[in-house]
């Protein structure tokens, strides 16, 4: 009794890393810590706890540049020793598909980076910038001088509707990349990365998810290739690994994590044997020895649909030898489940952390989620849906604390 007393009285006043002096009330003193809220170290980097900002493209970045807006969303959402990942940034001109989504290859961007950049580093956040290639995502206005965007194959991409249930997207049907381009494009991600250095982030995640470019190659449902990079499962993996390669020879193995998604159907994309693709990839990955290996859940049926689903990730959380992100339709109680049961070491969150700039706070004093509104993911405001979710504590507005 008198021990609980004395802890008490010690986590009230003691400083706490991200919440800040004097801010848990006795009802959360942590008699035991919540696993998702515990230190961690990744790599040369010391995390406070394990909530993690996962990529968000929320399209305000206006012909492809970084805006000061984002400097406000960003820091909003960083906690002392959080880790946060940029939203998906385009490799080069070639790599968009979708309006005002940010690129890293040219000086403006990573000049405008900067300061947001900066801004994550001010309050103690650790920031990866998410690089990306849309592949045949795409549209040719949004391609240069209107050419047809490029993948691993000419097969095209039916008509979607977008997460928010609303815009119906169309695509320009691709052109088949040549063998002898290939070198080039891994070449964009290896100048990806050292610009991301440039403008200031701590490291990179290669964006190898989603029916993106990358999974345009990686999957047998859309990729009919007869070169070295068709056919066995080696081959079809050999771009995204070639793209680690140089993307790790260019920064360091120590800064460069990448996201996969093997269970999902994005935009088409889906492989006939997805827990041999996502093993093959995971052994893979162990010989660069990079810093962080992220995955989508089985469940994600869609970005923003979870089902029931009995497939896991835990046979590649097993086999990795890196940090383990999980991703995917969690909420508070399913993060601490998956870091208690060790079946990942740091958990992404999407929407939640999207509609609640305090959201490691709010977790720690299991203290209620503003819903979010799908309505205003993709809008350009650089305000409404952006930067006006309330705090917990509303007198701070995430700008001080
Ligand atoms: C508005 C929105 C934008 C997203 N943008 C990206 C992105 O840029 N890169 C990416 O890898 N995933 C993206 N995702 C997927 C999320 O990172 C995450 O995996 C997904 O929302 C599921 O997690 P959640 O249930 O915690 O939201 C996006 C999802 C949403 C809702």
């Not at 690129?103 to 650790?126: F, R």
Request: with cysteine.
């Amino acid at each position: 009794m008198i021990l609980g007393v004395i802890s008490n009285h010690f986590y009230k006043y003691h400083y706490h890393p991200f919440l800040g002096h004097n801010s848990i009330p006795d009802m959360a003193a942590p008699q035991h810590p919540i696993p998702l809220l515990t230190p961690y170290k990744l790599g040369k980097f010391n995390l406070s706890h394990r909530v993690v900002l996962a990529p968000l493209t929320r399209q305000r970045s206006y012909n492809n540049v970084p805006q000061p807006h984002a400097v406000l969303y960003y820091s909003q959402r960083t906690s002392n020793g959080g880790l946060l990942i940029a939203e998906a940034t385009g490799v080069s001109d070639t790599a968009q598909g979708y309006p005002q989504t940010p690129g890293i290859w040219t000086q403006e961007q990573v000049q405008a980076w900067k300061p947001i950049v900066d801004a994550v580093h001010a309050k103690g956040g650790v920031f990866f910038c998410q690089i990306w290639h849309v592949g045949r995502v795409s549209h040719s206005d949004y391609q240069p001088n209107g050419q047809v965007p490029i993948s691993s194959t000419d097969k095209p991409l039916s008509p979607q509707i977008r997460s928010n249930g609303i815009d119906k997207v169309e695509f320009t049907p691709p052109r088949r990349l040549r063998t002898d381009e290939i070198p080039g494009i891994v070449n964009d991600f290896r100048l990806a990365a050292r610009n991301a250095m440039e403008a200031g982030f701590d490291g990179v995640e290669i964006h190898g998810a989603h029916g993106y470019l990358l999974e345009q190659f990686m999957k047998d449902k859309v990729n009919d290739r007869t070169d070295e990079y068709g056919g066995s499962l080696e081959n079809r993996c050999r771009f995204a690994l070639e793209v680690v390669e140089a993307v790790v020879n260019e920064i360091g193995a120590d800064r460069v994590g990448i996201r996969l998604s093997p269970f999902a159907e994005y935009s088409e994309c889906g492989d006939s044997n997805p827990k041999q693709l996502g093993l093959y990839m995971v052994n893979a990955l162990n010989k660069y020895g990079i810093l962080y290996c992220h995955m989508v859940e089985p469940r994600m049926k869609t970005v923003g649909e979870k089902i029931e689903c009995p497939y896991s990730l835990v046979p590649m959380r097993k086999a990795f030898n890196g940090t383990f992100i999980a991703a995917g339709g969690y909420d508070r109680q399913d993060g601490i489940n998956a870091v208690a049961q060790d079946r990942a070491d740091l958990v992404a969150y999407g929407r939640f952390f999207l509609a609640n700039p305090d959201l490691p706070k709010r977790f720690a004093l299991d203290a209620p989620l503003n819903k979010y509104h799908r309505d205003t993911f993709y809008i350009s405001d650089p305000v409404l849906g952006y930067t006006d979710y309330p705090f917990l504590d509303q007198e701070t507005n995430g700008v001080a604390s």
